[in-house]
């Protein structure tokens, strides 16, 4: 009997001394995870505009606010807008927190929009780095100047794929408000189609982030080589109060409606994500490894230094958000779907 007490009282204090050895090694389970590894960090859009400038920005500060410190990769995978990227979060790339990705704001809506084969309020949302508020630019020699022109005079606009934004506002002019615009699209990134304006091979482009013009084309600006004719946005930018926000312009309920929920994704600016379904706790540190470099002072000087905008939507904000947009009326959605069809 004392022998088997023994026994007994060996393997609870085995037992004990097991679990005191498990619990510091799960607490740290993320930190062992990413200790060593890299996180690629998918880009949407191809080398030089600002979504690649603002992931590039990220992926020099993110890692160190990842428990273990992985490095992190960019890696350009552009297409159709974008929606190349995130049908790769979404279906291929592995669901296990070594992939982030971000692409264009629009894909946020693009699945009530335009049937997009993926579900937005799935994937894993870190964040986005900034709200934005987006220009048409139109080069000097275009006919355009100002938005009455956009309803007066022929003209053409460069566009990347259906789902993307400079391709949506576009056909927003011109189905919904009578702009008499030819859309040729197929450019790989927005750094492409205004190359493709400077080149006069299209008038201008819409769909132009405020920060990016800000950062990228102020000498255009100043000099007059470009003129702004509308600005889509759920706000209107102070920077350009004289340029028309397209929601002003709206001449009814119903349209104010549609481009509301068109515009949803101005709010997300520069959104990123990873797969669905992850683990839980590499989940919340990657969001709060992004919510730690939004305050980083480093991160926060390299953004300065390339005048990029940082004003942070939290992960918890985008779900809001979605939430209120998937809940627009069918009615609204099926007209808004069909004001953005070329």
């Known amino acids: 009997m004392r022998q088997g007490r023994t026994a007994v009282l060996s393997l609870a204090f ?24 890299n996180i690629t960090l998918v880009i949407g859009f191809s080398v030089g505009g600002g979504y690649y400038l603002y992931a590039r920005l990220l992926a020099r500060h993110l890692g160190k606010h990842v428990p273990g410190q992985p490095g992190i990769v960019p890696q350009n995978r552009e297409g159709a807008g974008s929606e190349r990227a995130v049908l790769y979060l979404y279906n291929a790339a592995p669901k296990d927190g070594t992939v ?10 693009a ?10 309020t799935r994937l ?91 950062a990228r084309h102020a000498d255009w600006m100043k000099s007059g080589k470009v003129h702004l004719p509308v ?66 002072p480093e991160f926060l000087s390299d953004a300065e230094k390339i005048q990029a905008d940082v004003s942070p939507v939290s992960a918890g904000e985008i779900l809001k958000l979605l939430a209120d947009v998937y809940a627009t009326p069918k009615e609204i959605i099926a007209k808004a779907a069909r004001a953005i069809v070329n």
């Not at 699945?111 to 937005?120: E, G, M, T």
Request: with cysteine; proline share 6%; hydrophobic share 45%.
């Open 124 to 214: 894993s949302w870190l964040g986005s780095i900034s709200s934005d508020v987006s220009v048409c630019m139109m080069w000097h020699t275009s006919p355009v100047k100002t938005f009455e022109d956009m309803l007066m005079k022929p003209f053409t606009v460069g566009g990347l794929a259906k789902d993307a934004d400079p391709d949506i506002f576009a056909m927003v002019l011109r189905n919904m408000f009578g702009a008499r615009l030819k859309l040729v699209s197929g450019y790989p990134g927005t750094n492409d189609g205004t190359l493709a304006m400077e080149r006069g091979e299209v008038d201008g482009m819409c769909g132009i982030s405020w920060s990016t013009a800000k």
């Open 231 to 296: 600005q889509f946005g759920l706000r209107k930018e102070a920077d350009i109060p004289d340029v028309p926000a397209v929601t002003d312009l709206a001449r009814t309920e119903e349209q104010t409606r549609m481009l509301r929920l068109i515009l949803a994704g101005q709010a997300m600016a520069r959104p990123y994500a990873a797969p669905p379904d992850i683990p839980d706790d590499r989940r919340r540190a990657l969001i709060a490894a992004f919510d730690a470099t939004m305050k980083d």
């Open 14 to 37: 085995g037992a004990m001394v097991l679990g005191a050895s498990i619990r510091p090694a799960l607490a740290q389970s993320v930190a062992d995870f990413y200790r060593g590894r």
């Open 100 to 109: 982030i990705g971000t692409f264009s704001r629009s894909m946020a809506v």
């Open 111 to 120: 699945p009530l929009l335009a049937n997009a084969p993926f579900d937005a």
